[in-house]
């Protein structure tokens, strides 16, 4: 039987100690790496899951905003609807009241010219024209209120006018806001979905 001399023997130790040392060393290295890994996995996904619920909670505030902005819309589309309706309201009796003061000036000049034809009679006919001068007082006080009725009603359509102008000039501000809102939440959509394909 062949002895193995005590020196290798020793070196054969020394060797296998180095390599089981080796190895556990790489095995702590490896432990602490698969550590690392796994922290910043559980970082990660913490942080994901705060950046989702961030991005539902935004989701719902713009889904409440946009309701609220269709509210609003629908109320100036129905403001509009009324206005719209005050108008040929308005724009009809405008139109009654030009027809009444068309057929009042031709009742005016009909009575001018019947004034006329009594001035050239005045000798002859003294009775008649004190009653054709009634006559045009009466026509003149009924000018004159149509007149009056007509610049009143001139006021009235000028108002509402007025309204209706400041009502398109808030409705197409609404519809900018909308708009906007609209191409924000395309773009955290689009944000999102980049984040979701990663």
């Known amino acids: 039987m062949k002895q193995i001399k005590p020196g290798l023997r020793h070196q054969c130790a020394n060797v296998g100690v180095g390599i089981l040392i080796f190895l556990s060393i790489c095995l702590c290295g490896l432990v602490a ?3 690392v890994v796994q922290s910043r ?3 990660m996904v913490e942080t994901e899951k705060a950046e989702g619920n961030k991005l539902r909670g935004e989701r719902q505030d713009l889904e409440n905003k946009s309701r609220r902005y269709s509210d609003e819309i629908s109320n100036i589309t129905e403001l509009k609807a009324k206005l719209e309706e005050e108008r040929k309201v308005t724009l009809t009796s405008l139109r009654q009241t030009t027809n009444d003061l068309i057929r009042l000036r031709m009742e005016f000049n009909y009575a001018t010219n019947v004034l006329s034809q009594i001035s050239n009679a005045l000798v ?3 009775t008649n024209l004190l009653i054709q001068n009634k006559n045009i007082t ?3 006080a009924q000018t004159k209120k149509a007149m009056e009725d007509r610049n009143e009603i001139a006021v009235k359509f000028n108002e509402k006018a007025k309204q209706y102008g400041d009502l398109v000039t808030n409705y197409n501000a609404v519809v900018q806001q909308f708009e906007d809102f609209q191409k924000q939440v395309k773009e955290m959509m689009d944000k999102q979905n980049k984040k979701d394909d990663k």
Request: glycine share 0%; no cysteine; aromatic share 16%.
């Open 33 to 35: 790496f698969q550590w």
């Open 41 to 43: 996995l559980r970082e």
């Open 124 to 126: 002859q006919a003294n």
């Open 138 to 140: 009466d026509l003149a």
